[in-house]
């Protein structure tokens, strides 16, 4: 019998088995130690290989090249810092707007795991890319459904916010952070620069929930 022949693709291998999965875990954990460490000058396929404890070929196997492991080491953060935002908005954990605000606001900027200088090198290497809106959209969409869990409280909001609202909500709040994070502000997690996002945040929801009140008078 003919064997049937595979087409011919460049797509990078996609984890499947468990052993896959645990290296591709090891070699963006692997990244962002590297980049901790050494920023993006220091940060390359080899660099990264040799922390891993993988060959650079078994690196090639999963990732094209170095901007391949860093726009998938800024998806895997942002998905798990999404995650734990998630968790923290729950209104039982947190009844008031503020106090989700607030767990949301500390999640995101706790992402990485406290690494600001390995989320400053994903950072630049996303802008510099040109790519920073795949990080973004992600994160805005989920403001919009978090919304409707923050208007379900015993001090709701309003509870849908229109497209226009998250972008803006959404750009002010990581704008602020990522300036931040950028210019390696030394206030970065700071219980007061978490206190000026929450009254960001906090004071946007409110004034939106005004002024939909208003028209309804």
Same mark, same amino acid.
């Given at each position: 019998?003919?064997?049937?022949?595979?087409?011919?693709?460049?797509?990078?291998?996609?984890?499947?088995?468990?052993?896959?999965?645990?290296?591709?875990? $090891? +070699? =963006?954990?692997?990244? #962002? %130690?590297?980049?901790?460490?050494?920023? @993006?000058?220091?940060?390359?396929?080899?660099?990264? *290989?040799?922390?891993?404890?993988?060959?650079?070929?078994?690196?090639?196997?999963?990732?094209?090249?170095?901007? $391949? +492991? =860093?726009?998938?080491? #800024? %998806?895997?953060?942002?998905?798990?810092? @999404?995650?734990?935002?998630?968790?923290?908005?729950? *209104?039982?954990?947190?009844?008031?707007?503020?106090?989700?605000?607030?767990?949301?606001?500390?999640?995101?900027?706790?992402?990485?795991?406290?690494?600001?200088?390995?989320?400053?090198?994903?950072?630049?290497?996303?802008?510099?890319?040109?790519?920073?809106?795949?990080?973004?959209?992600?994160?805005?969409?989920?403001?919009?459904?978090?919304?409707?869990?923050?208007?379900?409280?015993?001090?709701?909001?309003?509870?849908?916010?229109?497209?226009?609202?998250?972008?803006?909500?959404?750009?002010?709040?990581?704008?602020?952070?990522?300036?931040?994070?950028?210019?390696?502000?030394?206030?970065?997690?700071?219980?007061?620069?978490?206190?000026?996002?929450?009254?960001?945040?906090?004071?946007?929801?409110?004034?939106?929930?005004?002024?939909?009140?208003?028209?309804?008078?």
């Amino acid at each position: 019998m003919a064997t049937r022949r595979q087409p011919v693709g460049n797509k990078r291998r996609i984890p499947r088995q468990a052993r896959a999965t645990e290296t591709v875990a $090891a +070699i =963006l954990e692997a990244a #962002a %130690q590297v980049l901790e460490a050494s920023g @993006l000058g220091g940060f390359t396929t080899n660099a990264v *290989a040799e922390r891993a404890g993988v060959s650079v070929g078994t690196l090639y196997q999963y990732f094209g090249d170095k901007t $391949a +492991i =860093l726009l998938t080491l #800024a %998806q895997q953060e942002l998905e798990l810092a @999404l995650s734990d935002v998630g968790r923290a908005l729950q *209104a039982e954990a947190h009844p008031l707007v503020e106090g989700r605000v607030r767990a949301m606001v500390r999640a995101i900027v706790n992402a990485f795991r406290g690494r600001q200088r390995a989320r400053k090198a994903v950072l630049q290497a996303i802008l510099a890319q040109g790519r920073g809106l795949e990080t973004m959209e992600p994160l805005a969409a989920f403001i919009a459904h978090a919304s409707e869990q923050i208007g379900r409280g015993p001090k709701p909001v309003l509870t849908t916010l229109s497209p226009e609202q998250v972008f803006v909500l959404s750009r002010s709040m990581m704008g602020t952070i990522r300036a931040a994070v950028l210019e390696e502000q030394p206030f970065f997690r700071s219980r007061a620069f978490e206190d000026e996002i929450v009254r960001l945040v906090t004071a946007y929801l409110d004034a939106v929930t005004r002024s939909a009140v208003g028209r309804e008078a």
